[in-house]
């Protein structure tokens, strides 16, 4: 018996273990971060893997699942582009034990590159998707899902949004705990190994049974008791639910727990039973697409095609529609009363600063190709001038450097995404002779997510042997908060990259700041010298830095400096020092 006040990320982990899940595979991506660890919390002695990216995490579940055992799945809605491949394909095949596939979108976005909607993904790859509205229901819904992967051998999508994933509820679980279920792979070579003629099979079967499950998903039409209706999915349902209650509009609601596959017969009764039907949903209109009459929504441009649906939001779209004036009682917000909103930075002391602004020292005119992580702040250092996906800098540095050859050309990569997709560019780097130069910018963990491990801290394989095993033949590692080394660095990278016509990769470790903090006790302090230049806390930024207004001078803050010295290292006034 388990209760609490759990996130529903914690709620989906637990529905996976009461289904009997025996192995759990994951990439970490906010908003998905915490179910496997809170599998690994519930289950200790189940099987979990942060594998290196989400398309071998998928891979690694659906080939578990495909001899029998029961898994699960887990990635952020950005991290499915990456896993699409084999999405498509475990579709057809199916699965022999369970299947779910856990992908977290983030409409804001809050935290993410797009705003995509994972369940398009399903529409097109022909996977069942659940959409849950609430922890609670992100319980219910994944234990659905093992059921209906149980029952169909169907892989099947849970997609939760940030606000399913990041808020708590209180839950009890009854009794339910399933013990792991293994399988044995069974030889079925025209459903595993299918050929095209076996697809075109196996895809037949499986629309069938889409048609069978639709069926059996059928939204609930309620006892009519207006015109109008709401049909919702996910987070919108929950908010739709509270607007219409709390403010007695004459809407029924209508939830859908399975925005695909939608059942036919269910949308002809709503269209027949109601005058008006709104469809609410985040963040693409998967089920406003099967409606053809008196429908409203995104495809009306009644509701916005971007950012969150908000309580303010749904309430203004259901006023609208009912033709009633809705008297709102928000406070203006004079300009005086607006808050600040500071950007963010990278944390004082943070080895990636110095790693950036030894790169503009050593390439005054160079090209910045960046990635994805908190590393991707270093865009307020003037030395991030791309950021497109998990990756993308080192094939960006490759074709940067085509167009751009009298240029010099430094991409930088965490030591996470370099495993995860960064590899096979520099590979390809390699064997086209681009004369790059590739900064690993290594934490030694994934920092931005909540550290979770990363590959060459187990001790078996290191990133200088990745990158000899891609064919780098120049490789440099330093310390980054040796300034003028790394400065060193990169300058001979650059010059080996012009002769050698290859890439070059220049390593910069440190570990992450927020581990280390507290260990060094010195810390920095300004001198008179100080001419005001701005150098320390503008163009460096350390965020342990301000202006002193009245004395015209930089001041160091010495309940956030940790101690790194780099100012030291980058005041050109030589007025920074240690303090006594
Ligand atoms: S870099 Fe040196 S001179 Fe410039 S503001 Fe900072 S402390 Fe003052
Ligand atoms: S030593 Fe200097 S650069 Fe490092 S955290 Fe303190 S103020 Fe910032």
Not at 174 to 195: C, Y
Not at 416 to 437: D, E, M
Request: proline share 6%; net charge neutral; charged share 20%.
């Amino acid at each position: 018996m388990v209760n609490g006040f759990f996130l529903g990320n914690e709620l989906i982990a637990l529905a996976a273990v009461d289904s009997g899940v025996k192995s759990a595979y994951a990439y970490p991506g906010t908003p998905s971060s915490e179910i496997l660890l809170a599998f690994s919390k519930f289950a200790p002695e189940r099987y979990a893997q942060w594998s290196l990216n989400e398309k071998i995490a998928l891979e690694l579940a659906a080939g578990e699942a495909i001899s029998g055992s029961s898994t699960l799945c887990c990635m952020k809605m950005v991290g499915l582009n990456v896993a699409a491949d084999p999405l498509f394909s475990v579709a057809y095949t199916g699965v022999d034990g369970a299947m779910v596939l856990v992908s977290a979108d983030d409409p804001g976005p809050y935290s993410s590159q797009t705003e995509q909607d994972s369940r398009m993904y399903a529409v097109s790859a022909k996977m069942p998707v659940l959409d849950p509205c609430n922890p609670q229901d992100a319980y219910r819904l994944t234990m659905l899902g093992y059921q209906i992967s149980e029952k169909y051998r169907l892989p099947v999508m849970v997609r939760p949004v940030m606000r399913v994933c990041h808020s708590r509820q209180n839950f009890e679980a009854g009794d339910v705990s399933k013990e792991p279920i293994h399988g044995q792979f069974s030889k079925n070579t025209p459903r595993w190994a299918a050929t095209p003629k076996f697809r075109r099979i196996l895809h037949e079967k499986l629309n069938k049974n889409l048609d069978l499950l639709a069926a059996e998903m059928a939204p609930k039409i309620p006892e009519k008791r207006y015109d109008m209706a709401v049909v919702a999915s996910g987070y919108a349902y929950a908010m739709a639910k509270d607007v219409i209650n709390e403010m007695n509009l004459p809407f029924d609601m209508i939830k859908v727990d399975m925005p695909f596959p939608l059942d036919k017969q269910f949308v002809i009764e709503a269209e027949m039973v109601y005058d008006r039907i709104v469809v609410l949903e985040e963040t693409f209109p998967v089920i406003e697409h099967n409606f053809t009459i008196k429908t409203v929504g995104r495809l009306t441009g009644l509701v916005p095609s971007e950012g969150e649906l908000t309580v303010d939001i749904i309430a203004d779209i259901l006023f609208k529609t009912a033709g009633m004036t809705r008297k709102t009682d928000k406070a203006e917000i004079t300009t005086s009363e607006t808050p600040v909103q500071l950007k963010p930075r990278l944390c004082a002391g943070c080895g990636h600063r110095p790693a950036f602004y030894a790169m503009k020292l050593a390439a005054p005119s160079g090209i910045f190709p960046g990635d994805i992580g908190c590393y991707t702040l270093g865009v307020n250092l003037d030395a991030v001038d791309t950021c497109i996906c998990m990756g993308a800098s080192v094939t960006f540095a490759e074709a940067m450097k085509r167009s751009n050859p009298d240029r010099p050309v430094i991409c930088t990569i965490g030591d996470s995404t370099f495993f995860h997709t960064g590899v096979a560019g520099l590979t390809n780097a390699v064997v086209n002779s681009a004369p790059i130069v590739v900064a690993i910018l290594d934490n030694e963990t994934t920092a931005m997510t909540g550290f979770q491990p990363v590959p060459h801290k187990t001790g078996k394989l290191t990133i200088e042997q990745a990158c000899q095993g891609a064919g780098v033949r120049h490789i440099a590692k330093v310390d980054p908060y040796n300034l003028k080394k790394g400065v060193e660095a990169l300058k001979q990278a650059l010059a080996y990259a012009h002769t050698d016509n290859s890439p070059a990769v220049v390593i910069f470790t440190k570990e992450c700041v927020t581990k280390t903090r507290y260990k060094n006790k010195k810390i920095a302090e300004i001198t008179d010298a100080c001419t005001d230049c701005t150098i320390c806390y503008e163009k460096f930024e350390c965020p342990a830095i301000y202006r002193d207004k009245a004395k015209r001078m930089a001041k160091i803050d010495e309940t956030a400096c940790v101690g790194c010295m780099v100012c030291i290292q980058v005041c050109p006034q030589k007025a920074i020092g240690v303090k006594k």
